[in-house]
């Protein structure tokens, strides 16, 4: 897998997540989350809920997004 890049993961969450998550804290859940691979599985979860065809690379640009946006997560 290619290193995350954080201008596709703001794309896919611009355009999957933004319309539920206006930011991840309003969101039941986003607010406890204590690490990237919390988050990681958030997204997974969310990407098969919504049936969003992510791969594991959309995943992992999503969560680095999420991380470097929002989270502040080291691991």
Known sequence: ????NLADGKLLYDESCAKCH?????SLGWNEMT??????????????HFQLDWNAQDIE???????????????
């Open 35 to 48: 690490s990237k691979i919390e988050v990681s599985h958030m997204v997974s979860a969310c990407s098969d």
């Open 1 to 4: 897998m290619a290193a995350p």
């Open 22 to 26: 206006h930011t991840p804290y309003q």
């Open 61 to 75: 640009d999503t969560t680095e997004f999420l991380n470097t946006e929002f989270f502040f997560l080291e691991k």
